[in-house]
Every structure is written in structure tokens, then in C-alpha cells.
């Protein structure tokens, strides 16, 4: 009987040890290659091995989280783009119509090859290399215009203004797109630094940025991380570097493997420790941008201000696979120096643009400022100061996503070879109306949020039977919610307009030009300013 009931203990011990997760690991990569196998041996037609084993590393990386990515050797160059925000090319956006068009110049980047060798905006590439760009699409432009730094592409090019046709050739650099797209100063003292990442380099030029704005008097820094989505978790602890004293505690990972949890302090003398700041932040605002609204805000060195962060707070890191690829692998969760995880707390009840949606305080913790402030976690950072952001129709959504304002913005530099300084650029009411012009002959959803709504609900009563029933009600009012397209353009100039002064003003003076013309019509910067919370200073 003893004999037996060891026999059964044992096997009870040999079958729990079949399912570990290693004996798992081990069956399922058994299975999925004799299927391979089976299917390039029996399937009735040719197995497109490379894009079945493709979808399927996809769809068990999808099953973990959205940032956990497998990046093949062919790709390679995005996440060395991703990372260091550089690219062996010319340095400029494109704009390719259609594929029987030729290839559009839509912006050189400041001190870019493009640039220096007189590319100018509205200039149109006939062929690259001796090869035609008719039949090509913009991303295949792209990849014949990008190579290795040092080498030379040559264009075949028609000149905006004088029509002439000439053959451009270009001598490829390493293109660097700074994280920092702005920093000056604004009226009263106010420094203000613009930040779009968190690549390689940046820490460093925030602190020189930082470093010059004191020079000019500043006396109030405004650091705006508006949708910015954030990057290396070391350059968000160099940006706080520069504002609390050396040795703080920024943020903390915790995970299983061995190495993955750890601690990380400034290690550099801070630019300065007094000057109040403001960080602005919305829902776009994730990860590395966390980082730095949580220590700041826990350190009680900044007000943040703005709406609830995205909630991203997992750390990434790039693990080497065979064939030269990559694996993006979620390898911890970050905490802010109070103790706070910034994740959402249910990553699947997030909003249309992935951010967190409310959570009730009763899911949340509470944890306390160096000040003694009461701040809880529970998914991104909460502000401190709650800001109004303008809210745009659906016509404005429309208009910039069909690109009836960046095709109208070259229309405009077609025929005006150059505009006033950006501090006096101002898009006439007789510029407005050329821009009605131009918009009315394009192609693009101009309905009203609330005409949408209305042709859905008219299609539910359709399939229900309703519709004749209802037949003068409907129409009735869809009479009234039916606006003529320029009467829709005109109603809504207002909001419109920023954004043509915007990609105009590119166009003449690189993307620092873009800035300054958002900077005038930001309303949410104005509340920062105007707030309680700054007065006391």
C-alpha cells in the first residue's frame, strides 16, 4: 500500500512538472514547427513561409501588450529611428499626388543636404538615380532617397518658380530631427522649450537649452510635453537632471528577470533648482514624459498642467534574435519617486486615442509629495492645474487628414515667393477666401459631427423599417443640418486659420516657424500662465 501511494505521489509530481512553463515552451515550439513541416510538405498550393511564420510572431506578440513588437534585419533602420531619431538621407518631407505624379518637396529640413543644395519647397523630383518616380508611391521615393551617409543620389527636377528642369545631385548626411523643435523666450520672462521625444541626445541639448534661457532672464520655465510619446527612460532622467539638486531619486523599474529591477538617480549638477516650472501635458503624453511629469511633480519642483497622461508605464528593452533581428520586449513596470505605477491599472478600458480612461479613486492608491501633497496612481499622471484644450470640429479633423490644408499651403507658395517675418505673418481675409476656393474643388467629408450621427441613425431606421414612416421628420431635418461646403469654411475660420498660417510658415522658415505661430494661438498655454497657482510666484 506505502509502495502504491509513492507511485501515485510520483506520478503526481512527473505530471505537474509537464506543465511547467517550460515543459509549455517546449510543446508549443514542437507543435508549431511539425506544423510548418506538415504544410510545406502536403498544402495543396506554394506556402508563403515568411509572411505565415510574420503574422503569426504578430499575433503572440499582440496577445501581451501593444509595445512588446518583433522587428525583423529589414527593419532595423526604423528602430534605429526610434531610437536615435537619425536616417542616412536628404532631409526633406515629400508629398507623391497619386502614382502617375512626380515627387513633391514639401519642406527641407533646416541645414539638411536638401537644403543646402537648393531644394525648396514646391519643387517637383521627376526621377531619382536615372529611374522614374511615375508608378512609384512615396514610401518607395522615400526608400530610394535615404542610403548611407557620404553617397550621392542624383534628381531630375522641376523648379518651382522659374519652370526650369535640371539635374540636382545630392550628397547624403546623417539627418538628426532634434526632440527639441523650439526653445526662447515668451513676454514677462517666460522661457519656453518645446519637447516632441526622448532620443538619444536629448538630455544633454535640454540642458544647454535650459542653460541659454537663464542667460536671456528667464524667470519662469515652460517645458511642453504635449503628445509627446515619450523614448529612452536615461534621457528622461538627464531632462530632470537639470532642474532638482544631484543624487534624486527620478524613477524606479521593477521586474522578474535578473537586472530588471533597479533604481536611477540624477547624477549631474543641476542648471538650476529655483526657477518655477511649468510642464504641460495632455493624453498624448506617455512614458518617458511620465517619467518626467511624475518625478517633478513628486519632488514638488513643478506644477503640471494639462489633462490626465496616456498611462504608459512599462520599460522596453531590445533583445537580440538570430537573422539579425530584434525583439522590443516589455521587461518591467516604472515608478515615479512617491512609489507610483503610471500603467493604467486595466490596460483594456482605455478611451478612442489609447489613453486612460476614468478611474474611480476607490481602485487607486494614495501616495504623498515631498511637499506632503496627496497624489494616487492608478494610470497616468494626474495634473495638478486642469486645462481647457480647444476642441475642433470634424470639418478641421477633415481638412487636415485629406491634406486639402498642406496641398493648399503649396498652392500658396506656388505664387508668393516669399511672406512677411513669422511675428508679422498674418493669413489675409482675401488669402481665407482663396483658401475656400481652393477646398471647394477638392474631394474630402466636410459633414458636421451631428450630420454623421444623423445619417447613421438614418441608415438604423432604414434596416428597421422606420424610414418611410418617418419620411417628412428626416427630411426636415436633414434640411437643417445640411451646410453648403464654403459656408461650413467660413463658420469655422477661427480654427482653421492657425493651422494654414502653420504649414505656410514652414514652408518659408522651417519647422521652428510652425512653433511660433502655434504659440499665438494656444489658448491651454494662456491658462498656464494666467493660473493662481504661477501668480504666487
Not at 56 to 85: C, R, S
Not at 516 to 536: F, T
Request: net charge negative; charged share 30%.
Amino acid at each position: 500500500m506505502k509502495k502504491i501511494l509513492i507511485l501515485i505521489l510520483l506520478g503526481t509530481s512527473l505530471c505537474a512538472g509537464a506543465q511547467s512553463p517550460r515543459f509549455k515552451l517546449g510543446k508549443w515550439t514542437e507543435i508549431q514547427t511539425a506544423i510548418l513541416q506538415e504544410l510545406n510538405r502536403s498544402y495543396v498550393d506554394s506556402l508563403p513561409i515568411d509572411r505565415i511564420e510574420r503574422r503569426g510572431i504578430d499575433a503572440m506578440l499582440a496577445d501581451l501588450d501593444p509595445y512588446t513588437v518583433y522587428i525583423p534585419e529589414e527593419e532595423n533602420e526604423n528602430l534605429q529611428m526610434m531610437i536615435h531619431k537619425t536616417y542616412g538621407g536628404i532631409g526633406a518631407v515629400i508629398y507623391k499626388p497619386d502614382l502617375q505624379g512626380n515627387v513633391i518637396i514639401t519642406e527641407p529640413y533646416a541645414g539638411s543636404p536638401a537644403s543646402k543644395y537648393g531644394l525648396v519647397c514646391g519643387d517637383e523630383i521627376m526621377s531619382i538615380d536615372g529611374e522614374s518616380v511615375v508608378g512609384l508611391n512615396s514610401q518607395q521615393c522615400s526608400e530610394r532617397m535615404r542610403g548611407e551617409p557620404g553617397t550621392q543620389v542624383v534628381f531630375h527636377v522641376k523648379k518651382l518658380r522659374s519652370g526650369e528642369i535640371v539635374d540636382i545631385t545630392v550628397t547624403r548626411d546623417r539627418i538628426k530631427i532634434d526632440d527639441i523643435e523650439y526653445a526662447g523666450m515668451l513676454e514677462g520672462g517666460v522661457g519656453y522649450v518645446s519637447q516632441t521625444g526622448f532620443t538619444d541626445g536629448v538630455g544633454d541639448d535640454f540642458r544647454k537649452r535650459v542653460a541659454e534661457l537663464k542667460k536671456q532672464g528667464m524667470k519662469l520655465l515652460v517645458l511642453d510635453l504635449r503628445g509627446n510619446g515619450g523614448g529612452l527612460m536615461n534621457e528622461a532622467v538627464e531632462i530632470v537632471s537639470a532642474l532638482v539638486p544631484k543624487g534624486s531619486v527620478v524613477v524606479s523599474a521593477q521586474g522578474r528577470e535578473n537586472g530588471s529591477s533597479y533604481t536611477l538617480r540624477t547624477t549631474k549638477e543641476p542648471i538650476d533648482t529655483k526657477i518655477p516650472v511649468i510642464v504641460l501635458v495632455d493624453s498624448g503624453s506617455a512614458s518617458a514624459s511620465e517619467i518626467v511629469a511624475g518625478a517633478l511633480q513628486d519632488m514638488d519642483r513643478a506644477t503640471i498642467m494639462g489633462e490626465r497622461t496616456f498611462g504608459k508605464g512599462l520599460v522596453q528593452s531590445i533583445r537580440s534574435l538570430p537573422y539579425g533581428g530584434e525583439l522590443k520586449v516589455t521587461t518591467a513596470k516604472y515608478y515615479t519617486p512617491s512609489g507610483r505605477c503610471v500603467q493604467a491599472i486595466d490596460y483594456a478600458q482605455r478611451r478612442e486615442d489609447g489613453s486612460v480612461a476614468h478611474i474611480p479613486d476607490s481602485l487607486t492608491h494614495e501616495f504623498t509629495t515631498a511637499h506632503g501633497r496627496t497624489v494616487r496612481d492608478g494610470g497616468g499622471i494626474t495634473p495638478d492645474v486642469q486645462l481647457d484644450f480647444r476642441e475642433y470640429s470634424r470639418l478641421t479633423y477633415s481638412l487636415v487628414t485629406y491634406g486639402i490644408i498642406e496641398q493648399y499651403a503649396l498652392e500658396y507658395v506656388r505664387g508668393h515667393e516669399s511672406i512677411p517675418a513669422v511675428e508679422d505673418f498674418h493669413l489675409s481675409d482675401a488669402d481665407y477666401e482663396a483658401f475656400i476656393e481652393f477646398a471647394k474643388g477638392k474631394q474630402f467629408d466636410y459633414r458636421s459631427s451631428a450630420k454623421t450621427y444623423f445619417d447613421r441613425a438614418k441608415e438604423e431606421l432604414r434596416r428597421d423599417g422606420l424610414d418611410e414612416a418617418m419620411k417628412e421628420e428626416l427630411a426636415a431635418l436633414e434640411k437643417s443640418l445640411n451646410m453648403e461646403k464654403e459656408d461650413f469654411l467660413r463658420l469655422k475660420k477661427d480654427e482653421i486659420l492657425p493651422f494654414i498660417e502653420e504649414e505656410i510658415a514652414v514652408r518659408y522658415y522651417f519647422q521652428e516657424a510652425g512653433v511660433k505661430i502655434r504659440i499665438r494661438y494656444d489658448d491651454a498655454l494662456r491658462q498656464a500662465l494666467a493660473s493662481e497657482r504661477i501668480k504666487q510666484y
